[in-house]
């Protein structure tokens, strides 16, 4: 696949952007002043007690046409990923699909779980999208755009709140997730973490997480917020961000209870032919530190388009 970086037009090789602020709004979901590391808020919203509240729905999901099975990994690919989460250290997880609801997704790596942090942002904001039609008020747009492209923790507080208590919150962020084919995933509403919100403690394996981002771009009025995705802030484009300038993505990122960082991205990568790839990555790193994470998966992002193969990315499967 020597050929396919020029192939596809992607911006540079993805240098890590060693930047990283340390507002704690635009961390990984923790509140206390003064904690080292990126941190996420918590919103007295998730200790409400919950009512009866009809949520949102996405609506029937509509009939879909059969993809064509390609295979965008080879066992050359699958044994190259092993020796590159070898060299890499402590655990790595990749999987990919095409674009599309219900994707034949494939992983590679041993990591394969976690916690949500940060990327649970993007089905609360097409929660909020779906419950206003599209039409978000203007104060509720502020928010959005905080949240996605600063990864702002307080905007996606707000935005949770204002989908009513967390039960309600919750049932309207599922919606969204079962719209794309996740049936799996369970949206956290208990705080099981002082100092860390209920809806970020979420566990989302990777493959969930995949089909949700295969198929953001088949819902009624996602283009709003993958557009957002698209402008993230320069200092959070690693992993994926480091691609290219039309990549759509998310990142997640935050410490164990022993302090050691989980690091994740979703996106939708477009490509120089017309057709488009959705991934999900994720690492652990070895030392555990959050700046190595980010470097790990710019390097695991790069290895993505070196490997896959272009030609064979189906296109976009939305009925």
Known sequence: MAGLFAALGLLGA????????????AGP?????????PTEPRSRAHESPATSTTSPTVGTRPRRTEPVQTELLTAAD?????????????MSGLAVSAVGLDPLVREVGTLREG?????????????????????????????LTRAITASDNSAAEALWSGLGPPSAAAAAVLSVLASTGDTSTHVETRVLRPGFTSFGQTRWSLAAQQRFIAGLPCLPNSQPVLSLMQQVVPDQRWGLG?????????????????????????????????????ASIA?????????????????????????VDASSAPAANCP
């Open 29 to 37: 979901n923790r509140t206390a002043a003064g904690s080292a590391g």
């Open 78 to 90: 699958r044994a190259s990923f092993r020796r590159l989460e070898r060299n890499l250290g402590g």
């Open 283 to 307: 690492t652990m790193p070895a030392d555990g530190s959050f700046e190595t994470g980010t470097a790990d998966l710019t390097q695991i992002a790069q290895w993505l388009i070196g490997h």
């Open 14 to 25: 993805g240098g890590y952007f060693a930047a990283h602020t340390r507002n704690p709004e």
């Open 115 to 143: 916690v949500a942090w940060s990327t649970i942002k993007v089905p609360i904001a097409m929660a909020v999208e779906t419950r206003a039609e599209g039409h978000p008020a203007a104060s509720e747009q502020s928010l």
């Open 242 to 278: 480091s691609l290219a300038a039309r990549t759509q993505f998310k990142g997640g990122w935050g410490p164990d209870p022993e302090g050691r960082y989980l690091v994740r991205q979703m996106g939708i990568v477009r490509l120089a032919n017309g057709r488009s790839l959705a």
